[in-house]
């Protein structure tokens, strides 16, 4: 079917589901394919549970005559078709958002500033990738006047193939850190695939990059871009200067354009390295012409419930629940933020950073090292990667040791920074706590 049909269909459908157990009526289904599943077997359930429509790939699960099936070649790529085609009958303008560390943070902080003025669409949660994209495209309706996407990466190509269907008017790549390595190859490969964004934006011509002035990897390969620079260093062209204030816990920063007033703006977000997420949002904000006390207002109230640079107080300590990822970069950002918080006593519980392939055991020592130099009063190393680092601090095979350990000795009155890739499962740790 071509996508000018599929489209006129979804026009009077325009609900999308890849998910057999949510079926709102009257939408459609895409059977999508995992590794361990094969969503075509699933689309006469799906139809039997309120689906107008199910669009599968494999002639066996596409029952003649029945008008309700639409078989094309590949699903995914059907549901990024339609989904490029949505954007481009809309046009509304959008603000395209990857890098290494930061994204959904500074999405959701980008989400709050512009709500003030506009009608957003944004991505929920953290569906980053070429499944949650283009069902964040599709999500899109007349209303909105503005649209925040989040693109994530971990293979070289990943944000080539997503831009090409988000199609970005404006574009931020937060920052370029280690990350995902295994998949990349090596730093390098990151900065190139988060550069696959700004290669667009250069093709497109047009388009306006905001970036972070004082990021030498990203000025590097900048050549070409509209460039609307932020920056907490001292640059004569940026558009939004600032500074941290304090961390004491939560981040107080100051912001300034040009001549113009100087802003303080106290946060709820944990980390030094959030001024940066700030200030992009701020930037964006005020390119989009939303005042200064909008900004600031929608800057103050956002409080984080994603497990991400968050606050949360137990009944015996206070805990900096970073639990959702970590990669080196993230990782040296947190415990140098925690260094510099003038709180005590001070306790890490650290997991595994996963994904790291050859450079692992580097990465992990290098952190390891680091540890002694931060004057912390207690560090658990949880997961297999810390256990073979030469660190005389204590190991745990995994977080039921931790829970094990914890149901003898619990820690009091602490500050404790919790933080591992998600698979470690620390984000089960705050109820021993
Ligand atoms: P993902 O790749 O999982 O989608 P993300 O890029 O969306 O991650 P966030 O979820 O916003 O990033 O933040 C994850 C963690 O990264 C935070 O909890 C924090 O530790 C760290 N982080 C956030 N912003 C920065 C930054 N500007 N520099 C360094 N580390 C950061
Ligand atoms: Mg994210």
């Known amino acids: 079917m071509e996508i000018t049909e599929l489209y006129k269909i979804f026009e009077q459908h325009p609900v999308v589901t890849t998910d057999s157990r949510d079926c709102p009526p009257d939408s459609i289904f895409f059977a999508l394919k995992g590794e361990s599943f094969n969503g075509n077997a699933f689309a006469a359930k799906a139809l039997a549970q309120g689906c107008a429509f199910a669009v599968v790939d494999e002639a066996a699960y596409c029952p003649p005559n029945d008008g309700r099936y639409i ?160 920056s907490t260093e001292e640059t004569s062209d940026a558009y939004v200067q600032g500074s941290v204030l304090s961390c004491a816990p939560f981040l107080k920063f100051a912001w300034q354009q040009a001549d113009g007033p100087r802003y303080e703006v106290q946060t709820h977000l944990i980390g030094a390295y959030n001024v940066l997420n700030m200030l992009a949002a701020v930037s964006i904000g005020r390119y989009f012409d939303v005042a200064a006390e909008q900004v600031n207002h929608a800057l103050t109230h956002y409080i984080p419930d994603n497990n991400r640079s968050q606050l949360e107080v137990t009944k015996h300590n206070k805990l900096i629940m970073d639990a959702y990822n970590a990669n080196p970069t993230s990782m040296n950002a947190a415990l140098q933020n925690f260094r510099d918080m003038t709180v005590s006593p001070k306790m890490a519980i650290l997991g595994d950073m996963k994904e790291l392939g050859d450079v692992s055991e580097t990465e992990h020592q290098k952190i390891a090292d680091l540890l002694p130099l931060l004057h912390l009063d207690d560090v658990w190393l949880v997961g297999e990667e810390f256990a073979k680092t030469h660190s005389t601090f204590r190991k745990f095979k995994d977080v039921e040791e931790v829970k094990q350990a914890l149901a003898l000795e619990r820690p009091q009155n602490y500050y404790i920074l919790i933080k591992g890739s998600n698979s470690i499962k620390l984000f089960q740790l705050p109820e021993f706590l």
């Open 71 to 230: 078989l094309v070649n590949n699903c995914l790529d059907t549901l990024r078709q339609l989904a490029n085609y949505h954007r481009r009958v809309l046009g509304t303008r959008i603000i395209g958002i990857t890098g290494t560390n930061g994204k959904t943070t500074t999405k959701e902080l980008l989400a709050a500033v512009l709500a003030e003025k506009y009608k957003v669409l944004y991505t929920l949660g953290n569906f980053n990738n070429e499944i949650g994209v283009p069902k964040t495209l599709l999500r899109l309706t007349k209303e909105h006047e503005i649209a925040v996407i989040e693109m994530g990466a971990s293979h070289p190509g990943d944000i080539r193939s997503l831009v090409n269907i988000v199609e970005p008017d404006f574009a931020l790549i937060t920052n370029v850190g280690k990350a995902h390595l295994q998949g990349f190859g090596s730093f390098e490969g990151v900065i190139k695939t988060k550069g696959e964004l700004y290669d667009y934006m250069r093709a497109k011509n047009t388009g306006k990059v905001f970036i972070d002035a004082a990021n030498p990897y990203l000025m590097n390969i900048s050549d070409g871009l509209h460039l609307i620079k932020y």
